[in-house]
């Protein structure tokens, strides 16, 4: 595997352990939980869902033949009229979702240095690539915050749980050393919750 497969096949690892961070913390959570901010300058889950789908939607349709900023994107909407119910919610996160890996799975490793726009700015795909690593987790972090605020308490750690790091580096160093992505490991603990 040449470098540019390999880092496609890491974007795409850590894209899939993002999303997954993001639906676990969802899961936790009441339907009406979703719609909550927590002041007149914050945003609910259901608009950061809404704000990270409509990025997508806008920045892989057409990746590479088209500007990242359509002109269809309405992104002040993003912010207002979210989504009603968890299932609607859902729905915009794996629309958004499905958009971003289509377009990453189609992109071929020689297309990685190919310029790409965004808002007229040029830059490499493999750049927009990394902007987009940066952006999601971003938001990904602020749903994932709010989550744990909301459940006050009874939250079910994403990680490695408060005062639990021993026990996890003791497990962990107890094994062999192994060449491998850390996500491997830790989308198939989070798929076991």
Same mark, same amino acid.
């Given at each position: ?31 009406? =939980?979703?719609?909550?901010?927590? $002041? &007149? ?6 608009? %950061?869902?809404?704000? #990270? ?60 240095? =190919?310029?790409?726009?965004?808002? $007229? &700015? ?6 927009? %690539?990394?902007?987009? #690593? ?60």
């Amino acid at each position: 595997m040449d470098i540019n497969q390999h880092y496609l096949a890491s974007v795409k690892k850590q894209m899939h352990y993002y999303k997954t961070i993001g639906e676990k913390a969802m899961e936790q959570l009441e339907t009406n =939980q979703l719609f909550i901010a927590t $002041n &007149e300058d914050s945003n609910s889950i259901a608009t %950061i869902v809404k704000h #990270l789908s409509g990025n997508m939607l806008s920045r892989w349709t057409d990746f590479l033949t088209t500007d990242g900023e359509k002109e269809w994107r309405e992104r002040d909407m993003e912010f207002e009229n979210e989504p009603q119910t968890k299932e609607e919610v859902l729905a915009t996160w794996n629309t958004g979702w499905d958009c971003f890996f289509q377009a990453i799975d189609s992109l071929l490793p020689e297309q990685l240095l =190919q310029i790409i726009y965004i808002r $007229n &700015e040029g830059q490499t795909a493999m750049d927009a %690539i990394n902007r987009q #690593l940066a952006h999601y987790p971003y938001h990904i972090g602020q749903i994932v915050l709010y989550a744990k605020q909301l459940k006050n308490g009874s939250w079910e750690s994403l990680s490695i749980p408060k005062n639990k790091s021993t026990s996890y580096n003791a497990d962990k160093f107890a094994k062999e050393k192994e060449i491998k992505h850390f996500t491997d490991a830790e989308l198939k603990r989070l798929n076991k919750k």
